[in-house]
């Protein structure tokens, strides 16, 4: 019996977007804090929230604060 094709999904965000982000939050500080938020880079870059989350997650930039 054949297992069915699971479809993977379009990814809806690209290279460059993923690039800004990074130069963002390692280059930039939000007007009102010491660091950026997942919340914060969400209004400042139009995307959502865990998207933000995912791309600090799998460059390990989350621990720049959490550990500093």
């Given at each position: 019996m054949a297992s069915?094709?699971?479809p993977v999904p379009v990814r809806t965000i690209t290279?460059?977007?993923?690039?800004a982000v990074i130069v963002k939050t390692l280059e930039e500080l939000p007007?009102?804090?010491?660091?950026?938020?997942t919340r914060s880079m969400?209004?400042?870059m139009g995307m959502?929230?865990?998207?933000v989350s995912?791309?600090?997650?799998a460059l390990g930039?989350?621990?720049?604060?959490l550990t500093s």
């Open positions: 069915p094709m699971i290279d460059d977007i993923v690039e007007e009102d804090a010491t660091h950026w938020s969400t209004r400042q959502s929230q865990s998207a995912r791309i600090w997650r930039l989350l621990q720049l604060w």
